[in-house]
């Protein structure tokens, strides 16, 4: 879950690896990561915590959290029907990693899904392409990324329609538009994969936004000057979850991680910020992901553990600075093959894993109503392949 701005990267040379054979052994992390991470890997319902299927009480889980009582003063994000009620939320304490099941609802992953899309990407934030390319010179003004990229998907689902019926008499086939793939994706970085193709549009090629104090991955500090403010939505569902679990937080700085499905995240630490064990929340939306939640060093074996779209991690305290990674983010085939109970009860909103509209939930049909069905197919379309990681945690005590 949680993609970092502040990362302690584990490496070992093959070099170190020849003249000190304990090596490896030492680095318990490291071996479970690329042996979820490689394609051959197939045993992840048995390798796995899923949070899903888990019973009341668990070995890896001594305790269910407690949340606060709904006596208390309410949580905006309940109250707005982005998250779901505390009595319905169930989180599991790992060692002070806090794992919260399906917290959010229908409404709350496509609501943050929209603002990530929409409202993120903009000049003010800092994303992978800076670095590449005077992106914001070169799209149109005042339209967004994601308007770019459904002219883009539009074009090419007129002219699939234009062939579709000059080949068939009944024009009844509905024309399908593949997501566009690179053939120079990287495996190893979720930033840097795709980004360079020609043929993809600048949504397409995001890697990462960050927000609200703005990290310098080259010096690896928090610059004074670089700092713009996090979107409203992101911040009160963060603060909210903590929140619930009895936690002060108070999110000044971020980054939203944009996964494919080639994608991983290198085992690390977050020990940049000022404030080293405040909160970080992370959310998860859309594609499941492998996350690999480990201890204080390398020497201590990480436990996977699946999360799925809506689900939420918070490290705070001493866990704040555990090692972590993720490996693996499946495809929605490779959901439907190995966690084929779970894939039948999704966690997605209806509008990604309900045919019928009839079944859909009163906010999924109001979306197809108010934003209409080529937005709601769009959005679709971007998200089928692609994990967002909302990754909140805060630089600076609030007196500053």
Not at 68 to 87: A, V, W
Not at 123 to 141: G, R, S, Y
Not at 229 to 255: R, Y
């Amino acid at each position: 879950t949680t993609t970092t701005t502040t990362t302690t990267t584990i490496t070992t040379t093959k070099e170190e690896e020849e003249e000190n054979p304990s090596t490896l052994k030492k680095n318990a992390f490291k071996p479970v990561h690329k042996m979820f991470k490689s394609k051959k890997y197939k045993n992840f319902k048995d390798e796995t915590i899923n949070l899903h299927t888990l019973p009341t009480t668990f070995s890896h889980f001594p305790r269910v959290l407690e949340l606060r009582s709904p006596s208390q003063p309410p949580i905006q994000s309940i109250e707005d029907g982005l998250m779901k009620p505390t009595s319905e939320i169930k989180v599991f304490d790992l060692s002070g990693i806090y794992l919260f099941k399906h917290a959010l609802t229908c409404k709350g992953q496509l609501e943050l899904m929209k603002t990530c899309l929409l409202d993120c990407p903009i000049a003010e934030n800092q994303t992978n392409l800076d670095v590449h390319e005077k992106v914001q010179q070169l799209h149109v003004p005042g339209a967004s990324w994601f308007d770019e990229y459904c002219h883009k998907t539009g074009l090419q689902v007129k002219e699939l329609t234009t062939h579709e019926s000059e080949n068939n008499t009944l024009g009844t086939k509905k024309p399908r538009i593949e997501p566009t793939q690179s053939k120079n994706s990287n495996d190893n970085n979720t930033c840097n994969s795709d980004e360079n193709d020609k043929n993809l549009t600048f949504l397409e090629k995001v890697r990462w936004i960050t927000v609200g104090h703005h990290y310098d991955w080259n010096t690896k500090i928090y610059p004074k000057d670089r700092f713009t403010p996090i979107h409203s939505l992101l911040k009160q569902v963060c603060e909210d979850l903590a929140c619930m679990a009895g936690l002060s937080f108070c999110a000044d700085a971020g980054i939203i991680n944009f996964y494919t499905k080639s994608s991983s995240l290198g085992p690390h630490t977050d020990h940049s910020e000022d404030l080293k064990e405040a909160p970080l929340v992370s959310l998860s939306l859309s594609l499941p992901c492998i996350y690999l939640a480990g201890g204080d060093d390398i020497t201590k074996e990480p436990i996977p553990i699946l999360l799925h779209s809506g689900d939420a991690v918070i490290m705070h305290s001493k866990t704040r600075q555990a090692y972590h990674s993720v490996p693996r983010v499946l495809s929605k085939d490779e959901y439907a093959t190995y966690f084929a109970e779970d894939y039948a009860h999704s966690c997605l909103p209806c509008i990604f894993s309900k045919e019928e509209r009839s079944s859909w939930c009163d906010y999924c049909a109001h979306l197809w109503e108010h934003d209409g069905e080529e937005f709601v197919n769009n959005l679709v379309r971007f998200m089928d392949v692609r994990r967002l990681n909302v990754n909140l945690r805060q630089h600076k005590p609030t007196n500053l």
